[in-house]
Structures are given as C-alpha cells and as structure tokens.
C-alpha cells in the first residue's frame, strides 16, 4: 500500500499572521527570524524555511484524541505559507537528511508500532507499515527534538 504525507492546514494558522509579539503571546507563540538552513522546518510546505523568513513558533495539538497518546509539541509555521504539501509517495525532500521517530496509530489513537529511521529510509519504512490492516496513521517526528513534522495516511 502506498502512502500520502501532508501538511498543516494552513487556515489553522492564519490568526497569528501579523500579530505583534504580544498578540502572539496571548496564544503562547513567538516570532523568529530565520538564521540559518536547514533548521526551521515549516509543517504547512513541509520544506525548511528560507533565510530570513519570518516563521511562528507555536504549540500544536497533533494528537487530539482520547487516548493515552494525546500529544502537543511546539512547532515551526512559515508566516503567510498557503502552499500546502500534499502528495503520495513522496517524501518531503527537508526529511532526507534528518534522524526520524515514526509511530503508527491503529483506529482507537492506540500506539501499534515505533521505529527510528534515517530520512532516507523512510519511503520503505512507511510502505512496510502500512501493509497492516490495522494502522490508521503515522506520525512523523524529529528524533533529536521529539517535535510532529507530518502525518502519513495509507492510500490504496
């Protein structure tokens, strides 16, 4: 079975767009200034964001589920990005050079498996996973940092 990898909703984020930094406080984010590449992984383009681009930092619910697993975790957003990534059988070429945690949920948000792979294994990885029945999703994490990057969902 194959796989589609996606990005954020960009309309999730539109409200902190312009916001001056106590706006964005108010909704415990912040502002940065891009300063280097690769570095600030954009969850909506899933691509690094480029030099001195303005990027939120912001905590996002990834796992909104009743489950054990329910989980949030800060992420990176490119300011203004509506270029959404959404694309089967493809991996964000940013992933390629990165330490990843993937953890596959079944239909209940229940935890079926979890491995760490290099970037570059990870379009085999996904393929394997999704062969069970019984995966609803994956969640891909930066191993190092523990932050969501993307969900990959299986396609037939």
Same mark, same amino acid.
């Given at each position: 079975?194959?796989?589609?990898?996606?990005?954020?909703?960009?309309?999730?984020?539109?409200?902190?767009?312009?916001?001056?930094?106590?706006?964005?406080?108010?909704?415990?984010?912040?502002?940065?200034?891009?300063?280097?590449?690769?570095?600030?992984?954009?969850?909506?383009?899933?691509?690094?964001?480029?030099?001195?681009?303005?990027?939120?930092?912001?905590?996002?619910?990834?796992?909104?589920? $009743?489950?054990?697993?329910?989980?949030?975790?800060?992420?990176?957003?490119?300011?203004?990005?509506?270029?959404?990534?959404?694309?089967?059988?493809?991996?964000?070429?940013?992933?390629?050079?990165?330490?990843?945690?993937?953890?596959?949920?079944? $239909?209940?948000?229940?935890?079926?498996?979890?491995?760490?792979?290099?970037?570059?294994?990870?379009?085999?990885?996904?393929?394997?996973?999704?062969?069970?029945?019984?995966?609803? $999703?994956?969640?891909?994490?930066?191993?190092?940092?523990?932050?969501?990057?993307?969900?990959?969902?299986?396609?037939?």
């Amino acid at each position: 079975m194959d796989y589609k990898i996606e990005g954020l909703d960009p309309r999730r984020f539109e409200y902190l767009w312009g916001r001056d930094d106590a706006g964005l406080a108010a909704h415990r984010a912040r502002r940065l200034r891009v300063d280097s590449e690769p570095g600030f992984p954009d969850r909506i383009s899933l691509r690094d964001a480029p030099l001195n681009a303005s990027i939120i930092l912001v905590n996002y619910e990834h796992m909104a589920v $009743h489950s054990p697993y329910r989980s949030s975790h800060a992420i990176f957003v490119l300011e203004g990005c509506v270029e959404r990534f959404s694309r089967v059988g493809e991996i964000p070429p940013c992933l390629l050079g990165r330490s990843l945690s993937v953890r596959a949920f079944d $239909h209940e948000a229940m935890m079926v498996t979890a491995e760490l792979v290099e970037g570059p294994s990870l379009d085999s990885c996904l393929k394997d996973i999704f062969r069970s029945k019984h995966v609803s $999703h994956v969640d891909i994490h930066f191993a190092a940092a523990g932050c969501f990057f993307a969900r990959a969902t299986g396609v037939r």
